[in-house]
């Protein structure tokens, strides 16, 4: 992954107990304290928690209630057009219209952001080159797939080469192929562009894919921040994969006194001494099974969501 050499001398997003009451009475964002280093960032939570409050006050849209935030240094409460010049937003909800093709409204939007009307244009085609849509460019949206709708989106966000990219469920919609080359195309302008990207998602196992940290938020409130590495590290659980005879492993195992649990085709076994790694080995041998997989199970994001009692063996 590259640098990100424009940005390293500022934090990305910092908020200090940034709160959010809608007509004093939903609570969207509780007290919400922290620091975002660049990079592709995952915002999850379940729907209600609070992540499209968040994007829509760092982009200064809405004001909070409480609380201070900073986008690239600046302040969206008292500079939202200073922060909207070096941020691009791809909202949730459709809202594209219909009856103009994408490079006149990429175009539009790149001329709102302040661009001269050649440069849009240029940037316009530059930035549908980059989302897939060039050969499409001069169809009218109307007639768009919901997956060419959505790269659309994301192109009219990138057109006024930001520095950070805020995407609300970007895959909304999409089936999983255009899920996954709508999440390609995220890690790629992270990875290739230097530019940073803020993934709001519900999603977890796509936000984990591409994603080099996160924040999770559950009913407003801060669940947990930081390296996706950190969140996955390995777990002292083994996982161990045989392609037949799982049961009369499991058996085995049992009878050495290993505590087996089923997951899918898989058994979880606690990794309490080295010991057990050894066992399982030669229970597979002495039943001559083929050994599909046996390593430690890394931790899961889903399992911050989880009750603590249930998230381990
Ligand atoms: N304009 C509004 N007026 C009143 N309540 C609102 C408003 N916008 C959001 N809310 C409420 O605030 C809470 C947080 O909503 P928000 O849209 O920020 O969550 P979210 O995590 O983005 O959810 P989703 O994934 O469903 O979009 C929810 O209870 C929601 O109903």
């Known amino acids: 992954m590259l640098a990100f050499p424009t940005l390293c001398l500022v934090t990305l997003i910092v908020t200090q107990a940034l709160t959010k009451t809608y007509g004093g009475r939903v609570t969207a964002l509780a007290d919400l304290s922290v620091t975002v280093e660049p990079g592709v960032i995952g915002l999850v939570g379940a729907n209600g928690a609070g992540k499209s409050t968040f994007l829509k006050i760092m982009l200064g849209l809405i004001e909070p209630t409480d609380g201070s935030v900073r986008v690239l240094g600046l302040d969206p409460t008292v500079e939202p057009d200073k922060v909207r010049s070096r941020v691009g937003y791809m909202p ?8 103009v093709s994408a490079a006149e409204f990429v175009t539009h939007m790149g001329r709102i952001s302040g661009l001269p009307r050649t440069a849009a244009r240029e940037r316009a085609s530059e930035a549908l080159r980059h989302v897939g849509l060039y050969e499409e460019r001069y169809r009218q949206i109307g007639g768009y797939s919901t997956g060419m709708k959505q790269r659309a989106k994301l192109a009219q966000a ?11 469920e970007p895959t909304n919609g999409l089936d999983p192929a255009g899920r996954d080359a709508m999440l390609a195309l995220v890690h790629r302008i992270g990875a ?39 969140m996955t590290e390995a777990s002292d659980v083994l996982a161990v994969e045989v392609s037949e005879g799982a049961p009369e492993l499991a058996a085995a195992l ?36 083929p050994l599909h997989r046996l390593d430690q199970r890394r931790h899961r994001v889903a399992e911050l969501f989880t009750p603590k009692e249930t998230a381990d063996v």
Do not use: K
């Open 192 to 230: 290739e562009f230097g530019i940073s990207v803020v993934v709001c998602s519900h999603l977890l196992g796509e936000v984990e894919r591409i994603c080099d940290s996160l924040v999770a938020i559950e009913g407003g409130r801060l669940l947990r921040s930081g390296s996706m590495s950190a």
């Open 254 to 289: 049992e009878a050495l006194g290993l505590p087996v649990r089923h997951e899918g085709r898989m058994l979880l076994v606690p990794l309490e001494s080295e010991e057990a790694y050894d066992q399982i080995l030669r229970a597979v041998a002495e039943l001559d099974l």
């Open 158 to 168: 990138l057109v006024h080469d930001p520095d950070l990219l805020l995407l609300d």
């Open 92 to 99: 949730e909800n459709e809202s594209l219209p219909p009856d």
